[in-house]
């Protein structure tokens, strides 16, 4: 009997995979609802079911891929609850504090929740470039979202890549050397391929553009108007980068270490802290001695 209802109980969950609510449930199989509490008391122990809070208070269920079954095995409904809660939490992830406000459990036991759910492969921290990189929660099997991971110019780690960011801007460089003068959607057809060709990842608008605005910076490429019958008609941006004439000369004075000193305001020529007894001021005026002010 109770492996009959078993069957018919785990069919309706495949009819109804968004999940599986109590007025389906009594509809649905004709049984006592106390014989059912016992088939899912049953499954959930087994960890083929996974249960749900909706937010009009009622529970609901759904049955577990049976891949998945061994790493729901055992959990308990504490479990399932914050499972649940990164779960509708999608790609952003959810902070600590919101599971914390959201259950209403403690910090200790959210922690020791999320180790196992962490240890089990169900979910897994991710470091968000919004608050510090502090850590985010997913399932396991998520891709983070742009504003998580922070696009395709943050590494591994959530912070600048660097040498990533060097070499797209020495093609942005290049590229502009060699045609003379293009536009921004120039530049997003050639860099998207090159970066898909280097690391099989695609650069956004977003982070091509802050790509152009920093060699803008470094003075190697500048902004011109396009007069060309397409910009003038409004079908492109109005604005063409080309490669800069005027070089930007390098001001020493913004390497000396004074300008960001911790003891800046207590160093004076006959004090404790002087630039005559300090290290990073010699070493300033060592690398600057062949130079011209
Ligand atoms: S001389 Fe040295 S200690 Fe004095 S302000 Fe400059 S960096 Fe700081």
């Known amino acids: 009997m109770s492996e009959e209802l078993e069957n018919k109980f785990l069919e309706l969950c495949a009819k109804y995979p968004a999940g599986l609510n109590q007025q389906m449930m009594e509809m649905g199989l004709g049984h006592k609802m106390e014989d059912v509490a016992k088939v899912i008391n049953n499954l959930l122990k087994q960890g083929r079911l996974l249960i749900h809070q909706n937010p009009d208070e009622t529970t609901s269920y759904r049955e577990v891929n049976p891949e998945?079954?061994?790493?729901?095995?055992?959990?308990?409904?504490?479990?399932?609850?914050?499972?649940?809660?990164?779960?509708?939490?999608?790609?952003n992830g959810a902070w600590?504090?919101?599971?914390?406000?959201?259950?209403?459990?403690?910090?200790?036991?959210?922690t020791k929740i999320l180790k196992i759910l962490e240890n089990r492969k169900l979910i897994k921290a991710v470091k968000s470039i919004q608050s510090g990189r502090k850590k985010v929660y997913m399932l396991y099997n998520m891709?983070?979202?742009?504003?998580?991971?922070?696009?395709?110019?943050y590494g591994g780690d959530q912070s600048y890549d660097h040498q990533y960011i060097q070499i797209m801007k020495m093609h942005i460089k290049t590229f502009v050397e060699n045609k003379g003068a293009v536009d921004l959607s120039d530049i997003m057809t050639y860099l998207r391929k090159v970066a898909e060709e280097a690391t099989s990842q695609s650069l956004g608008p977003e982070d091509i553009q802050a790509l152009v605005n920093t060699v803008i910076y470094d003075g190697d490429i500048e902004e011109m108007r396009d007069t060309r019958?397409?910009?003038?008609?409004?079908r492109r941006s109005g604005i063409l980068y080309k490669p800069t004439k005027t070089s930007i000369p390098v001001n020493n004075f913004c390497n000396m270490p004074c300008g960001n000193c911790p003891v800046f305001e207590i160093c004076s020529d006959d004090g404790i802290?002087?630039?005559k007894k300090c290290v990073y001021f010699q070493q300033f005026l060592d690398q600057t001695d062949d130079l011209d002010f």
């Open 68 to 91: 998945d079954q061994m790493k729901f095995r055992g959990l308990g409904a504490e479990d399932f609850l914050i499972y649940q809660l990164i779960e509708t939490s999608g790609n």
């Open 96 to 110: 600590t504090r919101e599971l914390k406000q959201q259950s209403g459990y403690q910090q200790v036991q959210i």
């Open 143 to 153: 891709e983070p979202s742009r504003d998580v991971t922070g696009g395709t110019l």
């Open 229 to 234: 019958m397409g910009a003038l008609m409004g």
């Open 273 to 275: 802290i002087s630039p």
